[in-house]
């Protein structure tokens, strides 16, 4: 696999190259809105004496291992002519693969690289910007408002800076974007209900931030929304139950005040994981869809309101890829089931509760059982 990753990415890189060879270049309204998108974030080091998909100095560096600074783009429009943004990436050890994942395989998380998709227009004319990457750059500006001098942009990713202000409204206009991740930045305010226009989104990071307020109900019109750690209060909206394709929620450290609602564990069947420690949710828990059969990890803890019957949770071997189970300080009574035994490999944390009764023997059986 890694080597099909490099073969590609090598087949990518090259018909980049070949683009700038021809001429190809940015189109200047996207030149134009990348030095302002670079001025409004705080950024440095973009060289505009060079093209930003040229490969060339200032848009490519291998200095700095695991740290991505990416501005890619897609030059497959009016005959492999004419380029676009697609992508702003500029954050720290990127934390999964996307469609450029074989130039990162090429290149190793270094930073500073331009990417271009060189098969528009014959690779002769202009190249698109669809992909802005730049983590842990210590920027220190606010989010631009201008992304839609980038109509083809698909992900901006700005992980782990020091970005201050909002989340701009202006942002939800710009309905070509697929991914936006603004994990660890300093930002505050609320998450602005036009970002509920963005149809083509599946995935929305915004954790370890100060934002706060509710979480806006058209948000349900999403197709998938990822890690909301912040300070949000009241409850997750009921619209939220039309998410039927998350697979990672995250909603740790906030101060909701409502209970957990019972859609996440019956109407999410694609649901991997999901992470909600201290945020202020109220028990019970609601039982498990025995249908959820990819979930891997269930991360609950700090619960208040009524108890939490252990037997009624439904949680057994009929979860096969369950990994990790923790359920700490949630109310819990009553017994351990027998049916625990049955687990093939997992990490099992119920400390704080109020459980009863024997621990099974056939808990004892379990071979792989990593931590109890």
Known sequence: MLFLRLVLGSIFIVCCLTTVTNGATLAKDEVEALK??????????????????????????QSTRYYANNVVCDCSFNNNTICHVV??????????????????????????NVVCDCSFNNNTIYHVLVQIVLKAQNLSGTLPLNLNNLPFLQEIDLTRNYLNGTIPPEWGSSTGLISISLLGNRLTGQIPA????????????LENNGLSGTLPAALGNLSNIER???????????????????????????????????????NWKNL????????????PIPSVNVTLLNLTYIIISDLNGTDTSFSQLLID????????????????????????????????????????????????????????
């Open 272 to 283: 991997e994981q999901i992470y909600m420690e201290a945020s202020g949710l109220i028990g």
């Open 194 to 205: 036009e970002l509920a226009n963005l149809r083509n989104l599946t995935s929305l990071i």
């Open 87 to 112: 992508q702003i990436l500029l954050p720290y050890n990127a934390y999964r693969w996307s469609y450029n994942d074989e130039v990162n395989a090429m290149v190793g998380y270094y930073a500073n």
């Open 228 to 266: 909301f750690s912040n300070n949000f209060t009241g409850k997750i909206p009921e619209t939220f139950a039309r998410l039927t394709s998350l697979k990672e929620f995250r909603i740790s450290d906030n101060n909701f005040t409502r209970h957990i609602p019972e859609f996440i564990f019956r």
């Open 317 to 372: 071997a009929n979860l096969p890829k369950l990994e990790r189970l923790m359920l700490r300080s949630c109310n819990l009574i009553g017994e351990i089931p027998a049916s625990f035994g049955t687990f093939t490999s997992i990490k099992i944390d119920l400390s704080f509760n109020r459980l009863g009764g024997e621990i099974s023997e056939n808990l004892s059986t379990l071979d792989n059982l990593n931590y109890l």
């Open 36 to 61: 302002s998108i670079g001025k409004t974030l705080g950024k440095a080091g973009w060289d505009f004496g060079f093209d930003p998909c040229s490969q060339r100095h200032g848009w490519v560096d």
